[in-house]
């Protein structure tokens, strides 16, 4: 019997603070099982007894009278953290056993472990008094299902009844169904890659202010949904062992992430993926910010599984290098948000490296659901890596990628500074006196498509100077949002100083500069009586001393 709280006894009750282990703790805890054994405890929650102070507020009222429950009951709102925190401190110190309210888990690496830790959890249960419910347990198993999960020692896949469930849900009529279904299909997200671009046209009816309208791509969407929680989805266990990789991606919607685990004979299997959609304001980021986005997205997520541990962090923009990769601090040339995003990250040990769709070795995985479990002699598929760099700034530049490269190679400084770099001796700029100008940009300096960047810039060469001022210049912006602009998309020493120069030599911008307007001359009005006012001339030179030795008359 279920009792109704909610009007009286809940609304009058501290919430425990006690938090319910969520499923990637309690499976990041279960690695190394490879035999399972599940317990369900007879009546949870009636298990514990109340005190006597309990007794009198756990009070219901029937047509027979009032009752006043002796035990925990359900209906109360701190309940859930109340049983969770005795489970905790019953199983506390039992190695392979953890507990989800009333459902307890014991795995072990064999047959011995397996033995030991069920024998430790049934004595500590028994001591607490509390009783098991053999008809729902499942002993000594190779697989088990556990919170909607299947679990093996290959690792854990989604309840194949439960995705059967979603399979064959009918189309959402109403709001009230999609929010249902897309329910159910989230708790699954940690399997699909990139979810957030599968739902992306059901996301657009949740939206406020939109009218109901079921369409095509809706009903493409919920299919495509349902044939990929219907393939064969398997994540590996997480080991703390294994090398750790977490790659991460950005589309002009959303952001996806994948941890994944390096095993010894090279191949890389997944532990987990996320995604999300971008919000209005985040769609509006530039390219380096959505791609740097997507890696604090990827941190976050993971953290419980990477804080502490050394990992390796991927990304496809290079650029990202010298801004989060820099072993000399937070660059300060770096936006706002970038140098809050890097000294976030800064709490974390990790070496970023930038990888290519081609040169991915095991590659896309962010784009293409999840890689094979089995080593295959083929590439395995890890994530999807897109090219940005000096490709993402020329459509915002009058000149072109190829214009720069060549002008580039033609410069007698950069063609230097490119072949260092090339060479990956960037930090031998400053061998070179005639480089004065660059020796604080070596560790930002990077290629792409043949043409230097400093950070998210094009380091321009000089023959282009004049000509990108010029274009920066059209509409006469004024002096700092021409900087701002410039400083968006090039960069070259004393930049700023060219800009000023252009804005004050030009007479159009002279014309309309505001002026300040000049105060008219106008005398003290007449004092009415003495001391109405006093003006007073004061230096900062000392006066010399008196004959007596004061530095006053």
């Given at each position: 019997?279920?009792?109704?709280?909610?009007?009286?006894?809940?609304?009058?009750?501290?919430?425990?603070?006690?938090?319910?282990?969520?499923?990637?703790?309690?499976?990041?805890?279960?690695?190394?099982?490879?035999?399972?054994?599940?317990?369900?405890?007879?009546?949870?929650?009636?298990?514990?007894?109340?005190?006597?102070?309990?007794?009198?507020?756990?009070?219901?009222?029937?047509?027979?009278?009032?009752?006043?429950?002796?035990?925990?009951?359900?209906?109360?709102?701190?309940?859930?953290?109340?049983?969770?925190?005795?489970?905790?401190?019953?199983?506390?110190?039992?190695?392979?056993?953890?507990?989800?309210?009333?459902?307890?888990?014991?795995?072990?690496?064999?047959?011995?472990?397996?033995?030991?830790?069920?024998?430790?959890?049934?004595?500590?249960?028994?001591?607490?008094?509390?009783?098991?419910?053999?008809?729902?347990?499942s002993f000594g198993k190779k697989q088990i299902k556990y919170l909607g999960f299947i679990l093996s020692k290959e690792g854990r896949r989604p309840d194949g009844a439960k995705i059967e469930a979603i399979a064959k849900m009918p189309e959402p009529k109403d709001l009230h169904q999609l929010r249902s279904f897309l329910g159910m299909v989230t708790y699954y997200q940690v399997f699909v890659k990139n979810l957030h671009e599968l739902r992306k046209p059901l996301d657009q009816l949740l939206k406020k202010d939109v009218d109901w309208t079921w369409t095509e791509k809706q009903q493409e969407a919920v299919t495509k949904i349902k044939s990929v929680l219907l393939s064969d989805l398997l994540l590996t266990h997480y080991d703390p062992q294994l090398p750790i990789v977490v790659a991460a991606d950005a589309s002009p919607t959303g952001i996806g992430c994948v941890l994944l685990h390096q095993f010894p004979d090279g191949s890389t299997k997944a532990v987990e993926h996320a995604s999300r959609s971008l919000t209005s304001a985040e769609r509006n980021y530039s390219q380096?910010?959505?791609?740097?986005?997507?890696?604090?997205?990827?941190?976050?997520?993971?953290?419980?599984?990477?804080?502490?541990?050394?990992?390796?962090?991927?990304?496809?923009?290079?650029?990202?290098?010298?801004?989060?990769?820099?072993?000399?601090?937070?660059?300060?040339?770096?936006?706002?948000?970038?140098?809050?995003?890097?000294?976030?990250?800064?709490?974390?040990?990790?070496?970023?490296?930038?990888?290519?769709?081609?040169?991915?070795?095991?590659?896309?995985?962010?784009?293409?659901?999840?890689?094979?479990?089995?080593?295959?002699?083929?590439?395995?598929?890890?994530?999807?890596?897109?090219?940005?760099?000096?490709?993402?700034?020329?459509?915002?530049?009058?000149?072109?990628?190829?214009?720069?490269?060549?002008?580039?190679?033609?410069?007698?400084?950069?063609?230097?500074?490119?072949?260092?770099?090339?060479?990956?001796?960037?930090?031998?700029?400053?061998?070179?006196?005639?480089?004065?100008?660059?020796?604080?940009?070596?560790?930002?300096?990077?290629?792409?498509?043949?043409?230097?960047?400093?950070?998210?810039?094009?380091?321009?060469?000089?023959?282009?100077?004049?000509?990108?001022?010029?274009?920066?210049?059209?509409?006469?912006?004024?002096?700092?949002?021409?900087?701002?602009?410039?400083?968006?998309?090039?960069?070259?020493?004393?930049?700023?100083?060219?800009?000023?120069?252009?804005?004050?030599?030009?007479?159009?911008?002279?014309?309309?500069?505001?002026?300040?307007?000049?105060?008219?001359?106008?005398?003290?009005?007449?004092?009415?009586?003495?001391?109405?006012?006093?003006?007073?001339?004061?230096?900062?030179?000392?006066?010399?001393?008196?004959?007596?030795?004061?530095?006053?008359?």
């Amino acid at each position: 019997m279920c009792a109704d709280f909610s009007t009286g006894l809940n609304d009058q009750l501290v919430a425990d603070q006690h938090p319910l282990p969520t499923p990637a703790a309690i499976f990041a805890s279960l690695s190394e099982g490879r035999i399972f054994t599940q317990i369900d405890l007879s009546d949870a929650y009636l298990q514990i007894p109340l005190s006597e102070d309990a007794m009198k507020l756990a009070v219901i009222n029937t047509h027979r009278g009032l009752y006043a429950y002796q035990r925990l009951p359900f209906g109360i709102k701190t309940a859930p953290g109340l049983f969770q925190r005795i489970m905790d401190e019953t199983l506390a110190g039992i190695q392979g056993a953890t507990a989800y309210l009333d459902d307890i888990i014991i795995i072990g690496r064999n047959e011995a472990d397996h033995r030991k830790n069920l024998y430790d959890v049934l004595q500590r249960l028994e001591e607490a008094g509390f009783r098991i419910r053999l008809d729902k347990c499942s002993f000594g198993k190779k697989q088990i299902k556990y919170l909607g999960f299947i679990l093996s020692k290959e690792g854990r896949r989604p309840d194949g009844a439960k995705i059967e469930a979603i399979a064959k849900m009918p189309e959402p009529k109403d709001l009230h169904q999609l929010r249902s279904f897309l329910g159910m299909v989230t708790y699954y997200q940690v399997f699909v890659k990139n979810l957030h671009e599968l739902r992306k046209p059901l996301d657009q009816l949740l939206k406020k202010d939109v009218d109901w309208t079921w369409t095509e791509k809706q009903q493409e969407a919920v299919t495509k949904i349902k044939s990929v929680l219907l393939s064969d989805l398997l994540l590996t266990h997480y080991d703390p062992q294994l090398p750790i990789v977490v790659a991460a991606d950005a589309s002009p919607t959303g952001i996806g992430c994948v941890l994944l685990h390096q095993f010894p004979d090279g191949s890389t299997k997944a532990v987990e993926h996320a995604s999300r959609s971008l919000t209005s304001a985040e769609r509006n980021y530039s390219q380096i910010e959505k791609e740097a986005l997507g890696l604090t997205f990827a941190v976050k997520k993971f953290h419980q599984m990477i804080f502490g541990r050394r990992f390796t962090l991927l990304t496809d923009h290079k650029p990202l290098l010298a801004v989060f990769g820099s072993k000399k601090g937070v660059p300060p040339h770096r936006a706002g948000r970038l140098q809050r995003w890097a000294i976030l990250l800064q709490a974390y040990d990790f070496e970023i490296q930038y990888r290519n769709t081609l040169e991915f070795g095991q590659a896309d995985a962010l784009s293409r659901l999840i890689a094979p479990q089995e080593a295959s002699k083929e590439d395995v598929v890890i994530a999807t890596i897109q090219d940005y760099g000096v490709n993402s700034i020329a459509p915002q530049m009058p000149i072109n990628a190829e214009d720069v490269r060549r002008r580039t190679d033609e410069d007698p400084e950069l063609s230097k500074i490119k072949k260092l770099v090339q060479e990956g001796r960037p930090g031998c700029i400053k061998n070179d006196p005639s480089l004065g100008c660059y020796y604080g940009l070596s560790q930002y300096l990077s290629l792409d498509k043949g043409c230097l960047m400093f950070g998210d810039r094009v380091l321009l060469p000089r023959s282009l100077h004049g000509f990108m001022l010029h274009q920066l210049h059209q509409g006469h912006p004024g002096m700092n949002r021409m900087k701002r602009l410039a400083r968006s998309l090039v960069y070259w020493p004393k930049m700023h100083d060219d800009i000023d120069n252009m804005v004050r030599n030009c007479e159009a911008c002279a014309k309309s500069a505001k002026k300040p307007a000049k105060n008219q001359l106008s005398s003290w009005p007449k004092p009415l009586k003495p001391w109405s006012r006093l003006h007073i001339d004061t230096s900062t030179t000392p006066a010399p001393l008196t004959r007596s030795g004061f530095s006053s008359p």
